[in-house]
């Protein structure tokens, strides 16, 4: 009999077989193109994936020197907006005073990439309806069957689910391999970093 972590680990090994390169790829021109358009990236997260929002906002800023940001940052305004106008709009009117446009892309990390109908992370899926609206780029990393972010987005990296019962801790940590990826890739990456410039 396996322990936990041997049969964890397989789950990884497997999930790794099965991720799609090809839609990997398709997340790193796309978001290679908005740098080169002047656009900006605004990273979307909740719970775990805003932690990893944050994380991302400076690899793809230091980095890859894209302009970015992830409206989570900033814990008085999010806290403000939900207090005084609900949390299904945090995102959305946070967008909008920063002049979402259609230079800009969105980039979703989600477990269910957000369901109006089953009431999940609805304040996703209402950022994703205004970029849409304002022909910004939306990308995803997220997991189950991708959501509203599968659904509208320009470009999206499913990650497999083999195991239902570890949904969110495979797709949490996949994401943070997957953008770890798009950082590192050429059409992407601008500067080297650190440790890998100490001889």
């Known amino acids: 009999m396996s322990t936990f972590s041997e049969l964890f680990l397989k789950e990884s090994v497997e999930i790794i077989g099965k991720l799609d390169a090809a839609s990997i790829e398709a997340l790193a021109l796309g978001i290679a193109g908005v740098r080169a358009g002047g656009g900006r990236l605004f990273i979307l997260g909740v719970g775990g994936s805003a932690g990893h929002a944050s994380h991302a906002v ?8 894209l302009e970015s940001y992830a409206p989570t940052d900033n814990v008085s305004e999010l806290t403000a907006r939900t207090n005084d106008e609900g949390w299904d709009t945090t995102f959305s009117e946070w967008l909008k005073v920063s002049r979402l446009a259609a230079a800009d892309a969105l980039l979703i990390f989600s477990v269910g990439g957000g369901n109006r109908e089953k009431n999940v992370s609805v304040n996703l899926v209402r950022s994703i309806e205004l970029a849409k609206e304002r022909g910004a780029k939306v990308f995803g990393i997220v997991g189950r069957d991708g959501g509203t972010t599968k659904q509208l987005a ?36 601008a500067s080297v970093t650190k440790w890998e410039s100490v001889k």
Request: charged residues 15%; contains cysteine.
């Open 154 to 189: 320009d470009a999206c990296v499913v990650i497999p689910t083999v195991a239902a019962e570890r949904v969110t801790p495979h797709t949490e940590g996949f994401c943070a391999v997957v953008w770890h990826l798009l950082v590192s890739h050429p059409a992407l990456a």
């Open 58 to 65: 400076n690899d793809f800023r230091k980095i890859c020197g």
